[in-house]
Protein backbone atom coordinates (compact mmCIF):
# COMPACT_ATOMS: atom_id res chain seq x y z
CA UNK A 1 0.00 0.00 0.00
CA UNK A 2 1.17 3.50 -0.80
CA UNK A 3 2.78 5.75 1.80
CA UNK A 4 0.19 8.70 2.65
CA UNK A 5 1.33 11.91 3.97
CA UNK A 6 -0.87 14.64 5.48
CA UNK A 7 -0.07 17.75 3.91
CA UNK A 8 -0.96 21.16 5.70
CA UNK A 9 0.24 24.01 2.92
CA UNK A 10 -0.17 27.06 5.34
CA UNK A 11 -0.18 30.51 5.35
CA UNK A 12 1.48 33.64 3.53
CA UNK A 13 4.59 31.17 0.95
CA UNK A 14 3.09 28.20 2.40
CA UNK A 15 1.11 27.08 -0.78
CA UNK A 16 3.97 27.98 -3.07
CA UNK A 17 7.00 26.43 -1.24
CA UNK A 18 4.86 23.16 -0.48
CA UNK A 19 3.78 22.50 -3.74
CA UNK A 20 7.43 23.11 -5.11
CA UNK A 21 8.71 19.94 -2.80
CA UNK A 22 5.31 17.83 -3.75
CA UNK A 23 6.39 18.30 -7.69
CA UNK A 24 10.12 17.43 -6.33
CA UNK A 25 8.66 14.15 -4.33
CA UNK A 26 6.76 13.35 -6.96
CA UNK A 27 9.38 13.71 -9.56
CA UNK A 28 11.90 11.50 -7.45
CA UNK A 29 8.93 8.30 -7.87
CA UNK A 30 8.51 8.82 -4.46
CA UNK A 31 4.62 7.57 -5.04
CA UNK A 32 2.73 9.13 -2.16
CA UNK A 33 -0.82 9.80 -1.44
CA UNK A 34 -1.78 12.81 0.03
CA UNK A 35 -3.86 14.09 2.41
CA UNK A 36 -4.39 18.00 2.11
CA UNK A 37 -5.71 19.55 5.72
CA UNK A 38 -6.25 22.71 6.55
CA UNK A 39 -4.50 24.47 9.71
CA UNK A 40 -4.31 28.57 10.66
CA UNK A 41 -6.16 31.48 9.16
CA UNK A 42 -7.55 29.28 6.00
CA UNK A 43 -8.85 26.76 8.57
CA UNK A 44 -10.53 29.56 10.65
CA UNK A 45 -12.40 30.56 7.27
CA UNK A 46 -12.97 27.16 6.36
CA UNK A 47 -14.01 25.21 9.33
CA UNK A 48 -14.26 28.32 11.77
CA UNK A 49 -11.26 26.70 14.18
CA UNK A 50 -7.44 27.26 13.96
CA UNK A 51 -6.75 23.97 14.29
CA UNK A 52 -10.22 21.41 13.28
CA UNK A 53 -10.66 17.62 14.62
CA UNK A 54 -10.68 16.57 11.16
CA UNK A 55 -6.71 17.88 10.37
CA UNK A 56 -5.65 16.41 13.81
CA UNK A 57 -7.17 13.11 13.13
CA UNK A 58 -4.97 13.10 9.73
CA UNK A 59 -2.05 14.06 11.42
CA UNK A 60 -2.29 10.97 13.85
CA UNK A 61 -3.89 8.43 11.15
CA UNK A 62 -0.64 9.09 8.67
CA UNK A 63 2.04 9.48 11.23
CA UNK A 64 3.72 12.03 8.82
CA UNK A 65 2.74 15.46 7.76
CA UNK A 66 4.97 17.58 5.42
CA UNK A 67 3.62 21.54 6.66
CA UNK A 68 3.81 25.07 5.51
CA UNK A 69 4.55 27.68 7.85
CA UNK A 70 1.21 29.04 9.69
CA UNK A 71 0.63 33.19 10.30
CA UNK A 72 -0.39 32.89 14.61
CA UNK A 73 -1.69 36.51 15.13
CA UNK A 74 0.03 38.36 18.63
CA UNK A 75 -2.03 39.21 20.95
CA UNK A 76 -4.26 37.08 23.37
CA UNK A 77 -6.08 34.66 22.54
CA UNK A 78 -4.44 33.03 20.18
CA UNK A 79 -2.18 29.61 21.31
CA UNK A 80 0.40 29.15 18.75
CA UNK A 81 -0.62 26.27 16.34
CA UNK A 82 2.28 25.20 15.97
CA UNK A 83 3.26 25.18 19.69
CA UNK A 84 -0.26 23.40 20.30
CA UNK A 85 0.55 20.39 17.32
CA UNK A 86 3.90 19.75 19.44
CA UNK A 87 2.48 19.41 22.77
CA UNK A 88 -0.70 17.44 21.56
CA UNK A 89 1.54 14.98 19.39
CA UNK A 90 4.67 15.10 22.05
CA UNK A 91 7.05 15.70 18.62
CA UNK A 92 9.28 16.24 21.74
CA UNK A 93 12.53 16.24 19.22
CA UNK A 94 13.01 19.54 16.90
CA UNK A 95 16.04 18.90 14.63
CA UNK A 96 17.21 21.81 12.53
CA UNK A 97 20.19 21.30 10.43
CA UNK A 98 22.06 23.79 8.79
CA UNK A 99 24.13 23.18 5.85
CA UNK A 100 26.47 25.30 3.85
CA UNK A 101 26.16 25.47 0.06
CA UNK A 102 28.80 26.81 -2.56
CA UNK A 103 27.70 29.75 -4.10
CA UNK A 104 24.70 31.71 -1.86
CA UNK A 105 25.57 35.22 -0.10
CA UNK A 106 26.07 33.41 3.00
CA UNK A 107 29.29 34.73 5.24
CA UNK A 108 30.37 31.10 5.94
CA UNK A 109 31.59 27.94 4.23
CA UNK A 110 31.49 24.37 5.13
CA UNK A 111 28.95 24.62 8.12
CA UNK A 112 27.47 21.67 9.06
CA UNK A 113 25.29 22.09 11.99
CA UNK A 114 22.19 20.57 13.58
CA UNK A 115 20.39 22.26 16.38
CA UNK A 116 18.29 19.86 18.73
CA UNK A 117 15.58 21.58 20.32
CA UNK A 118 13.49 20.66 23.50
CA UNK A 119 9.70 21.15 21.70
CA UNK A 120 7.71 20.35 24.45
CA UNK A 121 8.38 21.39 28.21
CA UNK A 122 10.63 25.35 28.99
CA UNK A 123 9.05 28.62 28.79
CA UNK A 124 7.04 27.13 25.56
CA UNK A 125 4.97 24.91 27.72
CA UNK A 126 2.02 27.26 28.07
CA UNK A 127 1.59 26.90 31.64
CA UNK A 128 0.42 29.43 34.25
CA UNK A 129 0.28 32.40 31.91
CA UNK A 130 -1.21 35.17 33.88
CA UNK A 131 -2.09 38.83 33.13
CA UNK A 132 -2.92 41.20 36.19
CA UNK A 133 -6.20 42.74 36.43
CA UNK A 134 -4.79 46.26 34.96
CA UNK A 135 -2.43 44.77 32.87
CA UNK A 136 0.74 45.69 34.21
CA UNK A 137 2.24 42.28 35.73
CA UNK A 138 2.51 39.11 33.28
CA UNK A 139 3.58 35.96 34.04
CA UNK A 140 4.59 32.66 33.04
CA UNK A 141 5.82 29.30 34.23
CA UNK A 142 8.71 27.34 32.38
CA UNK A 143 8.51 23.82 33.55
CA UNK A 144 12.25 21.94 33.20
CA UNK A 145 11.49 17.75 33.81
CA UNK A 146 14.32 15.88 34.25
CA UNK A 147 12.10 12.89 31.72
CA UNK A 148 11.81 15.40 29.49
CA UNK A 149 15.70 17.17 29.70
CA UNK A 150 16.60 12.92 29.66
CA UNK A 151 14.75 12.68 26.53
CA UNK A 152 16.38 15.25 24.24
CA UNK A 153 19.60 14.83 25.29
CA UNK A 154 19.33 11.23 24.84
CA UNK A 155 18.07 11.94 21.14
CA UNK A 156 21.00 14.39 20.57
CA UNK A 157 23.42 11.56 21.34
CA UNK A 158 21.98 8.94 19.83
CA UNK A 159 21.09 11.03 16.80
CA UNK A 160 24.88 12.05 16.63
CA UNK A 161 26.08 8.13 16.89
CA UNK A 162 23.56 7.59 13.95
CA UNK A 163 24.84 9.77 11.95
CA UNK A 164 28.70 10.06 12.29
CA UNK A 165 28.90 13.30 14.35
CA UNK A 166 31.54 13.94 16.32
CA UNK A 167 30.71 16.62 19.50
CA UNK A 168 27.59 17.48 21.30
CA UNK A 169 27.43 20.88 23.10
CA UNK A 170 24.60 21.25 25.60
CA UNK A 171 23.50 24.79 25.53
CA UNK A 172 22.00 26.51 28.70
CA UNK A 173 21.42 29.41 31.11
CA UNK A 174 22.33 27.72 34.37
CA UNK A 175 24.08 30.47 35.82
CA UNK A 176 20.91 32.83 36.57
CA UNK A 177 17.77 30.31 35.82
CA UNK A 178 19.48 28.23 38.70
CA UNK A 179 16.26 25.92 39.02
CA UNK A 180 15.27 25.43 35.07
CA UNK A 181 18.40 25.54 33.41
CA UNK A 182 20.55 23.94 36.10
CA UNK A 183 18.31 20.99 35.73
CA UNK A 184 18.61 20.56 32.26
CA UNK A 185 22.40 20.83 32.73
CA UNK A 186 22.74 18.83 35.51
CA UNK A 187 21.00 16.02 33.42
CA UNK A 188 23.50 16.74 30.45
CA UNK A 189 25.82 15.96 32.68
CA UNK A 190 24.62 12.73 33.39
CA UNK A 191 23.87 11.56 29.64
CA UNK A 192 27.68 12.55 28.58
CA UNK A 193 28.74 10.40 30.69
CA UNK A 194 27.20 7.38 29.45
CA UNK A 195 28.72 8.62 25.77
CA UNK A 196 31.99 8.79 26.04
CA UNK A 197 32.72 8.29 22.25
CA UNK A 198 31.40 11.70 21.67
CA UNK A 199 33.37 14.62 22.71
CA UNK A 200 30.95 16.72 25.13
CA UNK A 201 30.72 20.06 26.01
CA UNK A 202 28.45 23.06 27.62
CA UNK A 203 28.47 26.75 26.78
CA UNK A 204 25.81 29.52 28.27
CA UNK A 205 23.28 30.76 25.86
CA UNK A 206 24.68 34.32 25.30
CA UNK A 207 28.43 33.36 24.72
CA UNK A 208 27.28 30.67 22.35
CA UNK A 209 25.40 33.27 19.90
CA UNK A 210 28.50 35.02 20.23
CA UNK A 211 30.51 31.80 19.22
CA UNK A 212 27.88 30.91 16.94
CA UNK A 213 29.01 34.60 14.96
CA UNK A 214 32.65 34.25 15.47
CA UNK A 215 33.79 30.58 14.96
CA UNK A 216 30.97 28.75 13.65
CA UNK A 217 33.28 25.90 12.70
CA UNK A 218 33.56 24.30 16.15
CA UNK A 219 29.77 23.26 16.61
CA UNK A 220 28.59 19.90 15.80
CA UNK A 221 25.18 19.50 17.73
CA UNK A 222 23.61 21.60 19.52
CA UNK A 223 21.03 20.27 22.11
CA UNK A 224 19.11 23.06 24.27
CA UNK A 225 15.92 23.68 25.95
CA UNK A 226 12.81 25.24 23.79
CA UNK A 227 13.67 28.83 23.80
CA UNK A 228 17.05 28.89 23.73
CA UNK A 229 17.03 26.17 20.59
CA UNK A 230 14.16 28.48 18.78
CA UNK A 231 16.70 31.37 18.60
CA UNK A 232 19.89 30.05 18.28
CA UNK A 233 18.67 27.76 15.50
CA UNK A 234 17.29 31.33 13.30
CA UNK A 235 20.94 32.17 14.05
CA UNK A 236 22.47 29.38 12.62
CA UNK A 237 20.21 29.68 9.59
CA UNK A 238 21.72 33.07 9.56
CA UNK A 239 25.24 31.94 8.81
CA UNK A 240 24.46 29.46 5.85
CA UNK A 241 22.09 32.52 3.66
CA UNK A 242 18.87 32.51 5.69
CA UNK A 243 15.91 31.62 6.58
CA UNK A 244 15.01 30.34 3.18
CA UNK A 245 17.59 27.11 3.54
CA UNK A 246 16.57 26.28 7.43
CA UNK A 247 14.53 22.92 7.61
CA UNK A 248 13.20 21.17 10.86
CA UNK A 249 11.68 18.02 11.55
CA UNK A 250 9.61 17.71 14.76
CA UNK A 251 9.87 14.15 15.67
CA UNK A 252 7.79 12.18 18.75
CA UNK A 253 7.11 8.38 19.94
CA UNK A 254 4.29 8.14 17.25
CA UNK A 255 4.33 10.74 14.83
CA UNK A 256 6.24 13.52 12.82
CA UNK A 257 6.25 16.53 11.01
CA UNK A 258 7.98 18.36 8.93
CA UNK A 259 8.22 21.63 7.95
CA UNK A 260 10.29 24.87 7.51
CA UNK A 261 12.38 26.87 10.44
CA UNK A 262 10.74 30.17 9.45
CA UNK A 263 7.20 31.57 9.07
CA UNK A 264 4.87 32.73 6.26
CA UNK A 265 7.31 35.67 5.16
CA UNK A 266 4.36 38.07 4.99
CA UNK A 267 6.68 40.21 2.96
CA UNK A 268 6.81 38.54 0.24
CA UNK A 269 3.89 36.39 0.00
CA UNK A 270 2.34 36.10 -3.14
CA UNK A 271 5.28 37.21 -5.06
CA UNK A 272 6.69 34.21 -6.47
CA UNK A 273 10.22 34.98 -4.37
CA UNK A 274 10.10 32.77 -1.72
CA UNK A 275 13.04 30.21 -1.53
CA UNK A 276 11.32 26.61 -1.14
CA UNK A 277 15.12 25.13 -0.50
CA UNK A 278 13.41 24.84 3.51
CA UNK A 279 10.61 22.60 2.94
CA UNK A 280 12.88 20.46 0.23
CA UNK A 281 15.40 20.04 2.60
CA UNK A 282 11.93 19.06 4.93
CA UNK A 283 11.20 16.32 2.35
CA UNK A 284 14.50 15.42 2.44
CA UNK A 285 14.69 14.87 6.33
CA UNK A 286 10.95 13.50 5.99
CA UNK A 287 12.10 10.39 3.19
CA UNK A 288 14.99 10.08 5.49
CA UNK A 289 12.65 9.31 8.48
CA UNK A 290 10.53 6.89 6.11
CA UNK A 291 13.88 4.82 5.40
CA UNK A 292 13.52 6.54 1.60
CA UNK A 293 17.44 7.17 1.70
CA UNK A 294 18.02 6.86 -2.50
CA UNK A 295 15.10 9.67 -2.97
CA UNK A 296 16.31 11.63 -0.29
CA UNK A 297 20.06 11.52 -2.16
CA UNK A 298 18.75 12.12 -5.35
CA UNK A 299 16.51 15.85 -4.64
CA UNK A 300 19.92 16.52 -2.04
CA UNK A 301 22.66 16.20 -4.95
CA UNK A 302 19.87 18.17 -7.39
CA UNK A 303 19.80 20.83 -4.87
CA UNK A 304 23.51 21.09 -4.22
CA UNK A 305 23.69 21.13 -7.95
CA UNK A 306 20.79 24.03 -8.80
CA UNK A 307 22.28 26.24 -5.77
CA UNK A 308 26.01 25.75 -6.50
CA UNK A 309 25.44 26.52 -9.94
CA UNK A 310 23.48 29.48 -9.20
CA UNK A 311 21.04 27.93 -12.16
CA UNK A 312 17.51 30.18 -11.24
CA UNK A 313 17.82 30.66 -8.42
CA UNK A 314 16.14 33.21 -5.39
CA UNK A 315 17.00 36.65 -4.89
CA UNK A 316 18.47 35.63 -0.88
CA UNK A 317 20.47 33.50 -2.44
CA UNK A 318 21.89 35.92 -4.81
CA UNK A 319 19.99 34.94 -8.09
CA UNK A 320 17.16 37.10 -10.08
CA UNK A 321 14.55 34.05 -9.97
CA UNK A 322 11.64 32.95 -8.65
CA UNK A 323 10.05 30.34 -6.27
CA UNK A 324 8.69 28.58 -9.62
CA UNK A 325 11.87 28.80 -11.48
CA UNK A 326 13.85 27.43 -8.98
CA UNK A 327 11.49 24.34 -8.86
CA UNK A 328 11.80 24.02 -12.99
CA UNK A 329 15.54 23.74 -12.19
CA UNK A 330 15.33 20.93 -9.74
CA UNK A 331 12.55 19.03 -11.91
CA UNK A 332 15.10 19.44 -14.89
CA UNK A 333 17.71 17.78 -12.89
CA UNK A 334 15.95 15.29 -11.42
P1 LIG B 1 9.36 34.79 8.84
O1 LIG B 1 10.21 33.61 9.12
O2 LIG B 1 8.07 34.57 8.17
O3 LIG B 1 10.21 35.85 7.96
C1 LIG B 1 11.42 36.45 8.43
C2 LIG B 1 12.22 37.00 7.23
O4 LIG B 1 12.77 35.91 6.48
C3 LIG B 1 11.35 37.77 6.25
O5 LIG B 1 12.10 38.87 5.76
C4 LIG B 1 11.07 36.78 5.15
O6 LIG B 1 10.84 37.38 3.89
C5 LIG B 1 12.35 35.95 5.14
N1 LIG B 1 12.06 34.58 4.69
C6 LIG B 1 11.42 33.61 5.42
N2 LIG B 1 11.29 32.51 4.69
C7 LIG B 1 11.85 32.75 3.48
C8 LIG B 1 12.02 31.97 2.28
N3 LIG B 1 11.57 30.70 2.20
N4 LIG B 1 12.63 32.54 1.23
C9 LIG B 1 13.08 33.80 1.30
N5 LIG B 1 12.97 34.58 2.40
C10 LIG B 1 12.35 34.07 3.48
O7 LIG B 1 9.15 35.52 10.25
P2 LIG B 1 8.10 36.61 10.72
O8 LIG B 1 7.89 37.62 9.64
O9 LIG B 1 8.59 37.03 12.03
O10 LIG B 1 6.74 35.82 10.95
C11 LIG B 1 5.64 35.82 10.06
C12 LIG B 1 4.54 34.89 10.59
O11 LIG B 1 4.98 33.54 10.59
C13 LIG B 1 4.09 35.16 12.03
O12 LIG B 1 2.69 35.08 12.05
C14 LIG B 1 4.69 34.03 12.84
O13 LIG B 1 3.91 33.72 13.96
C15 LIG B 1 4.68 32.91 11.84
N6 LIG B 1 5.70 31.87 12.09
C16 LIG B 1 5.32 30.58 11.82
C17 LIG B 1 6.22 29.54 11.94
C18 LIG B 1 5.77 28.17 11.57
O14 LIG B 1 4.64 27.96 11.13
N7 LIG B 1 6.60 27.14 11.71
C19 LIG B 1 7.60 29.78 12.40
C20 LIG B 1 7.92 31.17 12.60
C21 LIG B 1 6.98 32.17 12.44
MG1 LIG C 1 11.25 30.21 15.37
Do not use: W
Not at 114 to 135: A, H, I, K, P, W
Request: charged letters at 25%.
Amino acid sequence: TKQRITVIRGDGIGPDIIDSALQILDKVGCDFEYDFADAGLVALENHGELLPEETLDLIAKNKVTLKGPLTTPVGEGFTSINVSLRKKFQLYANLRPVLSFKGTKARYENIDIVTVRENTEGMYSGLGQVVSEDGNEAEAKSLITRAGAERILTYAYEMAIRDGRKKVTAVHKANILKSTSGLFLKVAREVAQRYPQIESSEMIVDNCCMQLVMNPHQFDVIVTTNLFGDILSDLCAGLVGGLGMAPGANIGQDCAIFEAVHGSAPDIAGKNLANPTSVILASIQMLEYLNMGDQAEKIRYALKQVIESGDRTTRDLGGEHGTSDFTQAMLERL
